[in-house]
């Protein structure tokens, strides 16, 4: 994306290699803590290449040739990962307005949707803390790597208030019962129950292993069709919302099983298998 501008930032920063996005929290002195400014620069970075993505424009390369994205790494500097919601614009809420509360909630809800319904794979590599809103971040991304120091909490019941906006998405990826013990509770846990539970789906054992387990991540994603990749992303989104009845539900995925099936990139796959060579797509993670 040779030319393509991307947004200002302060106190987060995109890297771009080839068709992986390196995304990286850098509020170090806050324990990477999300307040209106990173929760803004976060958003507008997700939203940039959200637009740059193979799932979103339908191609591998841009008009300069330069590889649209398919994966996303999301990391951050310092000793832990994020801290959750910055404490003083939590306690600012007091002296403002219901529309000035419902405004900064938005806000918060424009960062979790924007990666949960991310065109891209999305990898998040968790060292330290990972509070509240923090948690909220992994449980939008689609994989997620902790290391041995890791420690997970919906702690917003420990100040008096509602894990509320990050609420649906850790409950898709918990479900209920785990979801309302953990927000009851607002206690810490470790690696090993995040991993049995469902919260991360890998724990490495030192930075240097998350960084090689990430890699191997992109390898794999890479390995499959972006659009279908995108198409299972969405077709999720479809099924946790799905109100109509059974046959209604099965004629739609026969609707996409057909679309997907005679559209260029499953026609490529299938060929290509047939043919006993790569797809074109897969030659992607060489670029760049």
């Known amino acids: 994306m040779a030319g393509?501008?991307?947004?200002?930032?302060?106190?987060?920063?995109?890297?771009?290699?080839?068709?992986?996005?390196?995304?990286?929290l850098d509020r170090t002195d806050a324990f990477n803590a999300l307040n209106p400014q990173l929760i803004s620069e976060i958003s507008e970075l997700l939203e940039w290449t959200s637009e740059r993505s193979v799932g979103r424009t339908g191609e591998l390369h841009s008009p300069d040739g330069s590889p649209n994205l398919r994966a996303i790494v999301i990391r951050a500097e310092g000793k832990h990962f994020c801290a959750g919601?910055?404490?003083?614009?939590?306690?600012?809420?007091?002296?403002?307005?219901?529309?000035?509360?419902r405004a900064d909630s938005e806000r918060l809800d424009r960062l979790f949707?924007?990666?949960?319904?991310?065109?891209?794979?999305?990898?998040?590599?968790?060292?330290?803390?990972?509070?509240?809103?923090?948690?909220?971040l992994v449980s939008c991304s689609d994989h997620v790597i902790a290391e041995p120091r890791t420690r997970i909490a919906l702690s917003e019941a420990k100040l008096g208030i509602s894990a509320a906006v990050i609420g649906p998405y850790v409950y898709r990826r918990l479900g209920s019962a785990g979801f309302r013990r953990l927000a009851m509770l607002a206690s810490r846990i470790g690696p090993e129950e995040a991993l049995r539970i469902g919260f991360v789906d890998e724990v490495a054992d030192s930075a240097g292993a998350m960084e090689e387990?990430?890699?191997?991540?992109?390898?794999?994603?890479?390995?499959?069709?972006?659009?279908?990749?995108?198409?299972?992303?969405?077709?999720?989104?479809?099924?946790?919302?799905?109100?109509?009845?059974?046959?209604?539900?099965?004629?739609?995925?026969?609707?996409?099983?057909?679309?997907?099936?005679?559209?260029?990139?499953?026609?490529?796959?299938?060929?290509?298998?047939?043919?006993?060579?790569?797809?074109?797509?897969?030659?992607?993670?060489?670029?760049?």
């Open 4 to 24: 393509d501008t991307q947004p200002d930032t302060e106190l987060c920063r995109l890297e771009v290699e080839g068709a992986v996005a390196n995304l990286t």
């Open 85 to 101: 919601a910055d404490i003083n614009m939590m306690r600012d809420g007091g002296s403002k307005t219901p529309e000035e509360n």
């Open 113 to 136: 949707h924007g990666l949960w319904s991310h065109p891209c794979f999305t990898i998040a590599c968790v060292q330290g803390v990972a509070l509240g809103g923090g948690a909220g």
């Open 213 to 288: 387990s990430a890699s191997a991540v992109v390898s794999e994603v890479m390995t499959s069709g972006p659009i279908a990749v995108t198409s299972a992303k969405r077709m999720v989104g479809v099924l946790d919302r799905w109100e109509g009845d059974d046959d209604s539900l099965r004629s739609w995925t026969l609707d996409l099983t057909s679309e997907m099936r005679g559209s260029p990139e499953g026609q490529e796959g299938l060929s290509s298998f047939l043919d006993g060579r790569k797809p074109a797509w897969s030659q992607e993670d060489q670029e760049g």
